[in-house]
């Protein structure tokens, strides 16, 4: 059984940083691309990026709101992936998901999901 | 980007058929067919229920169906059951390595 499993979320003051972590199993990670999805209260889902497999280059890409602040990155020894976020602004407060990537999935779309870490980013 | 269109809300009655609206642009919903609707419940995770606009996952009820025309795309419910009420949420792959999602349309089981 595929489980996602996010943590890492909490308070955070406006200008600050956090590290959300996602834990992997039921599934070959290393041979997957993950993406990560966030949703503000009440608010819709917006993609936030991806990180392809390092056999696959393990390059990644972003939405154009976290571009040069967020980064995503993976420990595939651990079965770990990671969104580092940094300039935090209130609107990123969010429910943050962990999920395969289309380009990972049989039915290119995202399939599985964690339960998800919510980020308040306030003074 | 922008975000794909979608009505606020929707209802029906237990049996009758809904159609939930997805609109985009030439450059995401009109350029790929790679549109995926989710279901999300209160507090939940999304889930998938169409993917590639018309095709089911497994285990999804042939009650529901997806096409598209143009720069919209439509899930439809037949046969409507209170179990099917929820959030929906359309997706395109809006080139360039990117996705876009809709804004979320509230399905009520009247």
């Known amino acids: 059984e595929v489980q996602l499993v996010e943590s890492g979320g909490g308070l955070v003051k406006p200008g600050g940083s956090l590290r959300l972590s996602c834990v992997a199993s039921g599934f070959t990670f290393s041979n997957a691309w993950m993406s990560w999805v966030r949703q503000a209260p009440g608010k819709g889902l917006e993609w936030v990026g991806r990180i392809k497999s390092n056999v696959d280059g393990g390059t990644t890409d972003y939405a154009a709101p976290v571009k040069g602040r967020f980064s995503i990155s993976r420990d595939d020894s651990e079965n770990k992936l990671y969104l580092q976020m940094s300039s935090l602004k209130t609107e990123d407060t969010a429910v943050y998901y962990c999920?395969?990537?289309?380009?990972?999935?049989?039915?290119?779309?995202?399939?599985?999901w964690g339960q998800g870490t919510l980020v308040t980013v306030s003074s | 980007q922008s975000a794909l269109t979608q009505p606020a809300s929707v209802s029906g009655s237990p049996g009758q058929s809904i159609t939930i609206s997805c609109t985009g642009t030439s450059s995401d919903v009109g350029s790929y067919n790679l549109v995926s609707w989710y279901i999300q419940h209160s507090g939940k995770a999304p889930k998938l229920m169409m993917y590639e606009v018309y095709k089911r996952p497994s285990g999804v009820s042939n009650r529901f169906s997806g096409s598209k025309s143009g720069d919209s795309a439509s899930l439809t419910i037949s046969g409507l059951q209170a179990e099917d009420e929820g959030n929906y949420y359309c997706?395109?792959?809006?080139?360039?390595?990117?996705?876009?999602f809709g804004g979320g349309t509230k399905l009520t089981v009247l």
């Open positions: 997706c395109s792959y809006a080139g360039r390595n990117t996705y876009v």
């Open positions: 999920t395969t990537d289309p380009d990972s999935s049989p039915y290119y779309a995202f399939d599985y």
